[in-house]
C-alpha cells in the first residue's frame, strides 16, 4: 500500500459506483449524509467501481474495474473503517499503484476523506475484477471472494428507478436505490451475505485538487 499521508496528486475517475451493504431497505447514510447509525447498527458492505474514464499523473485508468470490501462499526461518518482493495489485474503498475493512492485517500481530491475516514487497509491485491452492467442489473464477481447481484428499484415510470436527487453524498448528488439479489463475501475473516439488503447505484465524477 501507498503512505496514506495525503499528498495531492492529478487525477479524475468518471464511471459508476455500486454497492451492497447490511442495512434493510435503504441505506440511512445517504440522507443523513453518514450522520445516521446504519439500520443494522453497523456497516458490512462491497463496491463495485467501474472507471469509463480516468487517469492518474498522466496514465490512463479508462476500462479498469476496482472492488472493495468495507467493513465500518458504526456511523459512517464517525470514521474507523477497515476497508480491502481489489484492483483490475489487467492495471499496469503504474494504475494499479495510482489506484490505491486514490482508493486510500492518499491521492487528494474527492476520496481523500478516506485517510479520515479509515482506520485500517486490511489488504490490497491485483485481482480479476468482473463488473456486468446489463440494464437494472449490476454484478461483481471476484473469484469467490465477492459474489453479487443488485438490482435497480422500479419506480413509477417504468423505465426510471427510484432516485434520490441533489443530494450532498460524497459519492455524488443522485443516488439510485437497489437491492441485493444474491451477494455474498467471503475473505479477511468475513463472511457476509446481502441478499435481500440494501443497494445503491450512483454515477461517479471525482477528481484531485491538484
Known amino acids: 500500500m501507498p503512505n496514506r499521508e495525503m499528498t495531492p496528486a492529478d487525477w479524475a475517475v468518471k464511471g459508476e459506483l455500486f ?10 447514510c445517504v440522507v443523513s449524509l453518514g450522520a445516521h447509525l446504519p439500520t443494522e447498527g453497523h456497516c458490512h458492505a462491497w463496491m463495485g467501481i467501474v472507471i469509463d474514464e480516468g487517469h492518474f499523473e498522466g496514465e490512463d485508468l479508462a476500462g479498469l474495474n476496482v472492488g472493495l470490501l468495507v467493513d465500518i462499526p458504526g456511523r459512517m461518518g464517525e ?31 474527492t476520496t481523500g476523506l478516506f485517510t479520515m475516514l479509515v ?8 485481482a ?48 439510485v436505490a437497489a437491492r441485493g439479489v444474491k451477494s455474498k463475501v467471503r475473505d479477511y475473516g468475513r463472511v457476509w451475505d446481502f441478499g ?15
Open 19 to 28: 454497492l451492497n451493504c447490511s442495512c434493510d431497505v435503504f441505506c440511512p
Open 196 to 210: 435481500g439488503k440494501s443497494a445503491e447505484v450512483c454515477a461517479i465524477d471525482w477528481q484531485g485538487t491538484k
Open 79 to 109: 470514521g474507523n473503517w477497515k476497508v480491502a482493495a481489489y484492483v483490475d489485474d489487467r492495471a499496469s503498475e503504474a494504475a494499479y499503484e495510482g489506484l490505491l493512492k486514490i482508493f486510500s485517500g492518499a491521492a487528494g481530491g
Open 128 to 175: 480479476p475484477v468482473e463488473i456486468i452492467r446489463d440494464g437494472n442489473r449490476r454484478v461483481i464477481n471476484i473469484g469467490r471472494k465477492i459474489n453479487g447481484e443488485i438490482e435497480l428499484l422500479a419506480g413509477a415510470e417504468p423505465d426510471q428507478p427510484v432516485t434520490i436527487t441533489n443530494s450532498k453524498y460524497w459519492m455524488g448528488p443522485n443516488i
Open 119 to 126: 482506520s485500517e487497509i486490511i489488504g490490497a491485491e491485483r
